[in-house]
């Protein structure tokens, strides 16, 4: 795909004119949208039978991480989602046939807003924004694993602390590197795992940058390629990461308010009381996470070929995990 | 025992980065820089504390081994062995810090 070519863009209109049963459909433009070092998006702007069109399109990078769920159960998971009027872009097609533009993708509609973490982390703490975003990750745990549309996600894990470090485990051996900090962490977090709680859909990378702001109020959450069953307390764990503060440490609601107001919205909304020590273990987790997932990314460089400063330089990002890693583990 | 990739390489791709990406051009050279400045010091003496322990290896031995062991329980025990790798391996990690993030330092008494 050439975003922004007129063949393109001639082709997703045909596409888009197809699947709505539109008489005519135009892409006056195409435009790469920064974010996200996964999946590359695209913002599409024209017509459609006279009214204005205005989409994102979502496929996959030159390379995989080869995890997570693929662009047409992401998109299903969506429509679910947007039916279930949880705040997710509204879908609008999938489009497997790499015919069209090369690569799969879907298309949602444009949502309000910014996903870029430079300008929030800047502002002023906001614990509003905090609050109103652990309401927002409650309505997504008020999904539990019954629903027949979402049976590509698979049965949800009799103990997910245990699946999880069994997972990274797996990845990390297929890295094939000694990494010492990793293995004290895994011993760690396998010797302190916590009774398991029931299931809830986890986002999996509920953080800052993966939610749209407009004018101090969240309007959406996007990127859910990592969407799984698993313990409500991995997404609280993720989103309060130090990895994840974007330079605001002292933030510690994803680096742009206070933990305090983030749990407070988020307890008040789902109804659970939450247990510090079980979040404590979860964001050991996530730095054991994300520490997986940086090497991947940075393997998609180094051993894939793909040549991006961007996937090379979350390679360095490892040792912020590892330092984590070892700090949050302190008085095991 | 710094994480790849190394200096070279992401000055290599900064070259080639088009100008959008300034800020992780930015990035990288930052790193480049603070990379030749610190040299190979701090890894050295985590290897020469890894050899009391393993014998006279290299680094990505000595990591593989003190790896392995850590797998396999051998510092489950709170002694002042398990004490000291703790210090040693957040040393590690506190020095490629100081390379490629060391905001990231800041508050947690490594900086």
Partial sequence: MNAGDGETRRRLAG?????????????????????????????????????????????????????????????????????ERLAVPEPILYCGDPAAIGAPFHLTRTVAGSADPTPLVAAAADD?????LGRMLASIHGIVPSPAALAFLGPPPADPARERLAEFRRLLDAVDEARP??????????????PPASAVLCHGDFRTGNYLVAAGRPT???????????????????????????????????????????????????????DPERVHYWEAMAALKWLVIALLQRNRFLVQGERSLDLALTGRRAAECEFELLRLTELW | MRDPPEAAQLLALADASPAAEWHLVRRARDIAVREQGFGMTAYDAVAAELRLLYGPLDGARLLRRLAADLRAGRFDAPDPVRARLRHLLLALAAQKLRESNPDFLTGTGFA
């Fill in chain 1, 220 to 274: 959406a959450v996007l990127d859910w390629e990592f969407a799984q069953w698993g313990d409500p307390d991995e997404d609280l764990g993720w989103f309060c990461s130090r990895c994840w503060r974007f330079g605001a440490y002292d933030r510690e609601a994803g680096g742009i308010g206070t933990r305090a107001a983030f749990e407070r919205g988020y307890a008040a909304a789902s109804g659970r009381r939450l």
């Fill in chain 1, 181 to 194: 900090a990793a293995e004290w962490g895994m011993r760690a977090l396998l010797l302190r795992a916590p």
């Fill in chain 1, 128 to 132: 509003g924004l905090a609050e109103r």
């Fill in chain 1, 15 to 83: 596409v888009i004119a197809r699947a709505t049963g539109a008489t005519a459909a135009t892409i006056v433009a195409m435009e790469p949208v920064a974010g996200g070092a996964v999946r590359r998006h695209s913002r599409l702007m024209g017509d459609i039978d006279g009214a204005s069109l205005d989409l994102v399109l979502r496929t996959g990078g030159e390379t995989a991480l080869g995890l997570g769920l693929d662009l047409a159960d992401e998109f299903t998971l969506l429509r679910f989602l947007h039916g």
